[in-house]
């Protein structure tokens, strides 16, 4: 399930990964199975979009916490998706800094499915939703395939 109050659904299996290692093997597998699988942040949601049927597996991202790095010179953080949006304002404030897309779900939702959902707020009224502060992305495909989008140097998509 995910905060989408009219629908309801209950996933095969759910998988809970703890490191990017088990993540890329559980989607391979998966892949290799035929499986179909959804991923999801916090299930905070209102859209659907990380509802799992029974015959699918679910991928909850919510161990995936670290923050990987914080470059305050270039206003970049590096982080994995399972990051709760308020624990990523709270570590980018001792810099001048804020993390402005604030669904209102910030203090439970996570980084991942902000991205998947392109999430907003009251700030993005001013500053833009998530996909106007994300420069870069690695995303693995529904085959286990790692990509990397965007650019270490900042420039737009």
């Known amino acids: 399930m995910d905060g989408l109050p009219t629908r309801e659904s209950s996933p095969g299996v759910v ?12 989607v391979r597998a998966l892949a290799a199975s035929g499986v179909p699988f959804v991923a999801r942040g916090a299930g905070t ?19 995936l916490t670290r ?18 949006n308020a624990r990523l304002s709270e570590a980018v404030l001792p810099y001048g800094l804020a993390y402005v897309p604030d669904p209102s779900s910030q203090t439970a939702c996570t980084i991942g499915g902000n991205v998947a959902e392109n999430a907003g707020g ?23 395939e790692i990509v990397r989008l965007g650019s270490h140097a900042g420039e737009p998509w």
């Not at 998988?15 to 559980?26: H, K, S, T, Y």
């Not at 923050?67 to 709760?84: K, N, T, Y």
């Open 67 to 84: 923050i990987l790095s914080i470059d305050p010179i270039r206003r970049r953080a590096v982080l994995e998706p399972g990051v709760v």
């Open 15 to 26: 998988v809970l990964p703890g490191n990017r290692a088990e993540l890329v093997a559980i």
């Open 122 to 144: 009251p700030h993005c009224l001013k500053y833009g939703v998530t996909t106007n502060h994300v420069v870069a992305l690695e995303v693995i495909l529904p085959e286990g």
């Open 45 to 63: 949601g209102l859209s659907g979009g990380a509802l799992a049927d029974s015959d699918s597996v679910l991928i909850t991202l919510t161990r």
